[in-house]
């Protein structure tokens, strides 16, 4: 996956989590500040963002030596679409604090 804007991205998640496309294209980058994205989650059908092209924007705030982040997902069709990812997010973020954790420990961060 390469940061561009305007460049689309893909990957699939973890296969213990239901193996899952998700894709979209990065809308604005600015360094070490913001990430916005649009954000497809599933089949294109009735799972995950249920083909709708929804928005995700990441704020990183600096908080003395560390890095909060805000996330904001918008352009719902459905609110069992919503409520979905309301529940999941927190799971990935729980999941990103825990590899980055690991990594400042080892000394790769």
């Given amino acids: 996956m390469e940061p561009q804007e305007g460049r689309a991205w893909f990957f699939y998640n973890r296969d213990d989590w239901g193996r899952h496309p998700h894709y979209g294209r990065f809308l604005q980058l600015k360094p070490d500040k913001m990430v916005e994205t649009t954000w497809l989650t599933g089949n294109g059908k009735q799972e995950g ?34 409520s979905a990812h309301a529940e999941n997010w927190p799971l990935a973020l729980d999941e990103l604090a825990n590899v980055l954790a690991a990594k400042s420990a080892s000394g790769d961060v």
């Fill in 49 to 82: 963002t249920c083909g709708a092209e929804t928005v995700l924007r990441i704020d990183l705030i600096p908080s003395g030596e560390q890095t909060l982040l805000k996330l904001h997902h918008s352009g719902f069709v459905s609110e069992d679409s919503r």
